[in-house]
């Protein structure tokens, strides 16, 4: 219950400090540097991610594996609807 009370306090006395360390410039030049540091390590890790995501699926969609149930089944579905359409057009 008292965790509850306090915690407007708190988040008041976070803003105010926060508020009092962004007068100076130099801190807020500090500060916008760290961001944009911690914002440029993010975006490398993500692209990085992602990078190695789509080398998989590249690999995997130049070579199928037969053994791969759902990558046997999105083909032949696939398969199956050139077929039915043909059918169709043709009817």
């Known amino acids: 219950m008292a965790i509850k009370r306090l915690t407007p ?3 008041l006395g976070i803003g105010i400090a926060g508020v009092t360390y962004l007068v100076k410039e130099e801190n807020r030049n500090k500060t916008f540097n760290t961001v944009q540091q911690m914002k440029e390590t993010v975006q490398k890790w993500f692209n990085r991610q992602n990078s190695e995501i789509q080398k998989k699926l590249l690999d995997k969609a130049g070579h199928p594996n037969p053994f791969d ?12 609807y050139a077929v ?8």
Do not use: I, L
């Not at 149930?69 to 199956?80: I, K, Y």
């Open 69 to 80: 149930h759902g990558d046997a089944e999105m083909v032949s579905e696939g398969a199956m």
């Open 9 to 11: 306090y708190v988040m």
């Open 84 to 91: 039915e359409y043909y059918n169709k057009e043709e009817q």
